[in-house]
């Protein structure tokens, strides 16, 4: 019985590790400035977490082994454990736990406590049950304003983000289903949310973030190529969640800006 449960214990741990080491189900190629540095912090995260989970199941497995069941009458004694053990391996945890966050820190704050650089392009996306929406403050700069009770998600485009059509800056604001950005620009992003908290995921750009009803948070990136790329939302949001998706189309600033002149065109 002890050999059975250390190889079942084994093989567990074998064949979930493989998928990983496999990269049977990774991430796609990343597309963004930030992605070599967060690859980089997932990589060691995982690599140093998969020794240590390798290295813990082995050995469960073959303390079942060898203290199994074999037959003899001893009285069994109570161990508190090894003081001196448990300190060592606390601690370890905690400076590879701190430390990993330490060295992961930088690349997330740099994304959103530092402000996006001059000449980025500015995009706000708003999640709602159960889509986004991505709109552009056009010429001006100034996103127009935006009022609940102008809420009307069936109608999409302006009305899904509440867009108060009688404020000049909203003129020339432009709300699309698709998200367009220029490669190798910094995208300065606004994330918002009507109802729940939806969670704007770009893959590709290994970009992450909630977006909460009531806040309204900054972050930026840098797509570096062109491409089109999935978005989905990853925040379990409603019964819907599963059809929350759209597109990311990475262009050239050219293509970028014959794009939002044909939208802003459209609105005439
Ligand atoms: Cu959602």
């Known amino acids: ?32 400035a930030a992605a070599p540095w967060i690859d980089h912090q997932f990589a060691l995260t995982f690599v140093l977490m998969g020794i240590i989970f390798v290295a813990a199941q082995a050995a469960l497995g073959w303390v079942v082994w060898k203290y199994r069941d074999q037959g003899a009458a001893t009285k ?15 601690t370890l945890t905690a ?30 996306a708003t999640g709602l049950q159960f889509a986004w929406y991505f709109r552009y403050p056009g010429m001006d700069n100034t996103y127009g304003r935006t009022k609940p009770e102008l809420i009307d998600a069936s109608a999409g485009g302006d009305a899904a983000v509440g867009l ?7 003129k020339d604001d432009v709300v699309s289903g698709t998200m367009y950005l220029p490669v190798n620009r910094e995208a300065d992003l606004t994330l918002r949310a009507q109802d ?43 019964l819907g969640h599963y059809k929350m998706h759209g597109m990311l189309k990475v262009v050239s600033q050219l293509d970028f800006d014959k794009w939002l002149a044909s939208k802003e065109a459209e609105k005439q």
């Not at 250390?6 to 597309?31: D, E, N, Q, R």
């Not at 069994?76 to 606390?90: A, C, P, Q, R």
């Open 1 to 32: 019985m002890g050999l059975a449960l250390l190889l079942v214990i084994w093989l567990i741990t074998f064949f979930s590790t493989y998928f990983f080491v496999a990269k049977t189900w990774w991430l796609p190629a990343g597309a963004a």
């Open 76 to 90: 069994v004694d109570y161990s508190h454990g090894n003081t001196k053990l448990e300190l060592i391996w606390t």
């Open 95 to 124: 400076v590879l736990f701190v430390g990993l966050n330490l060295m992961g820190s930088h690349v997330w704050a740099s994304e959103r406590f530092e402000p996006a650089h001059e000449g980025s392009v500015k995009v706000e």
């Open 164 to 170: 108060d059509t009688t404020d000049p800056a909203a």
């Open 196 to 238: 729940v908290i939806h969670s704007l995921f770009i893959p590709s750009m290994r970009f992450k973030q909630d977006a909460v009803p009531g806040l309204i948070i900054h972050m930026h990136f840098t797509p570096t190529e062109t491409g089109d790329y999935e978005i989905a939302c990853a925040e379990l949001c409603g």
